[in-house]
């Protein structure tokens, strides 16, 4: 069995997962959204603090499978250093304490394989990742052959959400609230510019959409927030897609998967739905339980890197806050 612990954002996460079998044998996360959500946003040192009281209480309900673990996986990149940090300390002392090795993971990573909880892996796959943090498309080949052929050049899409319902003090995270609220406004009322449309670039870009969105808020009374959710929400997924059909003509997409926090989005998948329709590619979308940051997809991540013998040494354990891919 792999322990897993996760903790690079906001979520303390630990699970146990099979090796053989993949299963997952036990999952627990304590979020703490709540405790964000008066800031409009995650507040780092907050956040460590609040993972140092939570991942040691989930720990301890994982003591019955102790005797049977192989090693222990922990998320050490990309995320916030002070919140990595804690996850990293609590997988040291386990290695020590339980003689077993670490395995160092990337979030990013463990997102791709949250579409393969208890199940196989299946590549290749051209990847969306959106989250918190990133917007990003890659090509998965395997575990160790993934390339990044677009990424945000500013704020992420996710960010852009967790923005907008700040300035609308709807709390965070912005994601589910905008998209709830966007449901009930016209997608047409306000005409913000499609970020990046005339750029021949592959690459996205959310700052702008987000400065346009303060601008029509200035004028604004709260009768028309659901109007700008849903034109901010359609903008935002239709640079999305307008970026994605420009790479399709370059490299047709077999089979996509859509991950992270925010492929929740239903205006996203259903959009991406008819976008890959004309190639006839598949679609893979993770348990929506598994979309946002969990412990699950980075014990799942582990099991493959134990199968392939990919430990960290102890003491070269380090976390790296900036992604590597
Ligand atoms: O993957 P995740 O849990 O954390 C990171 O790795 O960043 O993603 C969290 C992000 C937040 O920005 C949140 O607002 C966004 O995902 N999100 C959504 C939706 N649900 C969560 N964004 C748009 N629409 C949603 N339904
Ligand atoms: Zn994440």
Same mark, same amino acid.
């Given at each position: 069995?792999?322990? @897993?612990?996760?903790?690079?954002?906001?979520?303390?996460?630990?699970?146990?997962?099979?090796?053989?079998?993949?299963?997952?044998?036990?999952?627990? *996360?304590? =979020?703490?959204?709540?405790?964000?959500?008066?800031?409009?946003?995650?507040?780092?040192?907050?956040?460590?603090? $609040?993972?140092?009281?939570?991942?040691?209480?989930?720990?301890?309900?994982?003591?019955?499978?102790?005797?049977?673990?192989?090693?222990?996986?922990?998320?050490?990149?990309? &995320?916030?250093?002070?919140?990595?940090?804690?996850?990293?300390?609590?997988?040291?002392?386990?290695?020590? !304490?339980?003689?077993?090795?670490?395995? &160092?993971?990337?979030?990013?990573?463990?997102?791709?394989?949250?579409?393969?909880?208890?199940?196989?892996?299946?590549?290749?796959?051209?990847?969306?990742?959106?989250?918190?943090?990133?917007?990003?498309?890659?090509?998965?080949?395997?575990?160790?052959?993934?390339?990044?052929? !677009?990424?945000?050049?500013?704020? %992420?899409?996710?960010?852009? +959400?967790? #923005?907008?319902?700040?300035?609308?003090?709807?709390?965070?995270? /912005?994601?589910?609230?905008?998209?709830?609220?966007?449901?009930? &406004?016209?997608?047409?009322?306000?005409?913000?510019?499609?970020?990046?449309?005339?750029?021949?670039?592959?690459?996205? %870009?959310?700052?702008?959409?987000?400065?346009?969105?303060?601008? !029509?808020?200035? /004028?604004?009374?709260? %009768?028309?927030? #659901?109007?700008?959710?849903? @034109? +901010?929400?359609?903008?935002?997924?239709?640079?999305?897609?307008?970026?994605?059909?420009?790479?399709?003509?370059?490299?047709?997409? *077999?089979?996509?998967?859509?991950?992270?926090?925010? %492929?929740?989005?239903?205006? $996203?998948? @259903?959009?991406?739905?008819?976008?890959? *329709?004309?190639?006839?590619?598949?679609?893979?979308? =993770?348990?929506?339980?598994?979309?946002?940051?969990?412990?699950?997809?980075?014990?799942?991540?582990?099991?493959?890197?134990?199968?392939?013998?990919?430990?960290?040494?102890?003491?070269? $354990?380090?976390?790296?806050?900036? @992604?590597?891919?």
């Amino acid at each position: 069995m792999i322990l @897993s612990i996760e903790s690079s954002c906001d979520d303390s996460a630990i699970a146990i997962t099979e090796i053989a079998t993949k299963k997952l044998l036990f999952h627990k *996360k304590i =979020s703490q959204e709540l405790e964000h959500s008066v800031y409009g946003g995650v507040v780092p040192e907050l956040a460590a603090r $609040l993972h140092a009281e939570a991942l040691p209480k989930i720990l301890e309900e994982c003591k019955p499978y102790f005797d049977g673990l192989k090693a222990v996986a922990v998320t050490t990149t990309p &995320g916030l250093s002070v919140t990595l940090v804690e996850g990293v300390i609590m997988a040291k002392a386990a290695s020590i !304490a339980l003689n077993i090795p670490i395995i &160092g993971v990337n979030h990013l990573i463990g997102h791709i394989y949250s579409l393969f909880i208890e199940k196989e892996a299946v590549f290749p796959l051209t990847v969306l990742l959106v989250s918190g943090g990133h917007t990003q498309v890659m090509e998965v080949k395997s575990l160790e052959e993934i390339k990044t052929v !677009a990424k945000s050049m500013d704020d %992420s899409f996710g960010e852009s +959400f967790d #923005k907008v319902a700040k300035m609308m003090h709807l709390g965070y995270p /912005g994601g589910p609230v905008i998209e709830k609220l966007a449901k009930e &406004g016209d997608r047409k009322k306000y005409n913000f510019t499609v970020p990046l449309h005339q750029s021949p670039l592959i690459a996205f %870009s959310y700052s702008g959409l987000k400065n346009s969105v303060r601008v !029509a808020l200035e /004028g604004a009374s709260e %009768s028309d927030y #659901k109007d700008i959710a849903a @034109s +901010f929400e359609h903008v935002a997924v239709a640079h999305i897609i307008q970026k994605l059909k420009k790479y399709f003509k370059e490299v047709p997409p *077999k089979t996509f998967a859509i991950v992270g926090g925010a %492929s929740a989005n239903l205006y $996203l998948r @259903s959009q991406i739905e008819e976008l890959l *329709k004309p190639h006839n590619a598949k679609l893979l979308l =993770s348990e929506l339980k598994y979309c946002s940051d969990n412990a699950a997809m980075i014990g799942r991540v582990g099991v493959e890197m134990y199968e392939k013998g990919l430990f960290s040494p102890l003491n070269a $354990l380090e976390i790296c806050p900036k @992604s590597v891919i």
